[in-house]
């Protein structure tokens, strides 16, 4: 087999080692992972986060996030709810406006998870306080 069939079969370029998620999920790590994945299945949020992660320093206003889709303020506002909800960012008002950043900690985690190579434990999700 080649490298390349290796790689799109999830192995190793050596053939020896997966380097997708090999161990099985307890309860608590399936249910926290499933939310997570619930709020990226969804394309509006999919694009928000993108566009929160992406930004020059880090943070977005969200009066710059609403304008980009044929959504209602509410609409969107629900949707940052639930990447927030997730662990994926976090929130802080300033005024009348609240702006949004990326939490790396949990794409990192989601990075590991999916990446680590057969035998590696679990990463440990950090503590971090979401935002309102």
Known sequence: MSKQELVMLGQDTDGCCPTLLTAALDEDQATDLA????AL????RLRLLSMIAS?????ICVCDLTPAFDLSQPTISHHLKLLRQAGLIDSERRGTWVYYRLLPAMTDRLAAILSRRAGEPLPEPESTSVGA
């Open 35 to 38: 939310r997570v994945f619930k």
């Open 41 to 44: 299945g969804d394309p509006v």
């Open 55 to 59: 930004r020059a320093g880090g943070e």
